[in-house]
């Protein structure tokens, strides 16, 4: 199959209606494939002087004493009150993770080794990007991730959510060539999907920033009172619960534990995960495995039914 480019702005992404595709069945017939996502992450004290991929819009110059101390508390504090929810429940999460974090936090790292958490990728640290980076050193970012992880780990990273959520042109097809099996960088569906690359196709696993608590609660931005941000997560569910008895749903709980860790703020996460969990016809799932029961049940189907529309096109 070629692709001309023509029907969408990306070469990587195929226009399809959530109203035309064949059903996603998921496991034991589940309305809703439900994961859950930590960011843990790592903000560099000093950062490395003259990195072109550095963040370029700090608060002040290095040392950012007030940014780093945010993240530091999250791994200090507010990563262990938000375990003790997630061990309540019994629950497994993909952590969305900075290499940084398993090499400095071991304790962080046997923790999450110990509950079985999958590994995602989130880059080193999350103040290096990877806007601007040519080919080759992305090509070996990835490699490096992927490595990294293992060593520490001893898993194999399977997907990727980009550093701070940024991204090159060359992006999907690199991840694709690396070995990797989804993204969770483009917010544009409530079911997997498709991805096309030169490597071939790899899976996009739906990621949240509506729900997401960074962007209800992110200090000096817009925050909302976290009842509604309670609420909010209860509407998303109810929604896509209904429509998943057709076709099934994905919905994604992204969290970060110097947010929802916080002492005020952690009993809200319980009141999520309760209400949620009450119901019936839940996957309780990680990316990896939702990705991968896509690409092995549904994707081929979806990727069939894109054939007539970009034929038409050439």
């Known amino acids: 199959m070629t692709f001309s480019g023509r029907l969408s702005d990306s070469d990587y992404l195929r226009y399809s209606a959530i109203t035309r595709r064949s059903p996603v069945i998921w496991p034991g017939g589940a309305h809703v494939a439900f994961w859950t996502v930590p960011n843990v992450e790592h903000y560099e004290f000093k950062p490395v002087a003259q990195n072109p991929y550095i963040k370029s819009w700090s608060r002040t110059p290095a ?6 101390s945010l993240y530091d508390y999250g791994n ?11 061990d309540r429940y ?20 046997e923790a999450m080794i110990e509950r079985n958490w999958e590994f995602m990728g989130h880059g080193l640290f999350n103040t290096r990007y990877l806007f601007g980076m040519d080919i080759e050193h992305e090509r070996h970012f990835y490699r490096d991730l992927i490595r990294q992880t293992h060593e520490r780990t001893g898993t194999r990273m399977k997907g990727m959510l980009g550093p701070a959520l ?17 993204t969770t960088d483009w917010f544009v569906d409530d079911q997997p999907f498709p991805l096309f690359t030169p490597a071939g196709p790899l899976v996009g696993v739906p990621y949240s920033r509506t729900i ?6 992110w200090p000096g931005t817009r925050v909302v009172e976290p009842e509604y941000w309670v609420q909010t997560c209860k509407d998303q569910f109810d929604v896509l619960f209904q429509e998943g008895a057709e076709s099934g749903r994905v919905m994604c709980l992204p969290l970060h534990p ?4 916080q002492p005020h703020r952690v009993k809200y996460l319980d009141q999520i995960l309760d209400y949620v969990l009450r119901h019936d016809h839940v996957w309780c799932a990680t990316a990896g495995e939702i990705a991968d029961w896509y690409a092995k049940t549904t994707m081929p189907r979806h990727i069939e039914e894109l054939e007539p529309i970009l034929k038409d096109a050439e």
């Open 63 to 68: 040392p950012d004493v007030m940014e780093y």
């Open 258 to 261: 110097f947010i929802v860790g």
């Open 90 to 109: 019994n629950l497994k999460a993909t952590v969305s993770v900075n290499v940084a974090v398993l090499e400095q936090f071991p304790r962080l790292c």
């Open 76 to 86: 200090r504090v507010g990563f262990w009150r938000m375990l003790e929810v997630y």
């Open 166 to 182: 940024t991204a090159t042109p060359n992006t999907p097809w690199l991840m694709k060539e690396a070995g990797l099996l989804y």
């Open 212 to 217: 997401n608590d960074a962007f209800n609660f």
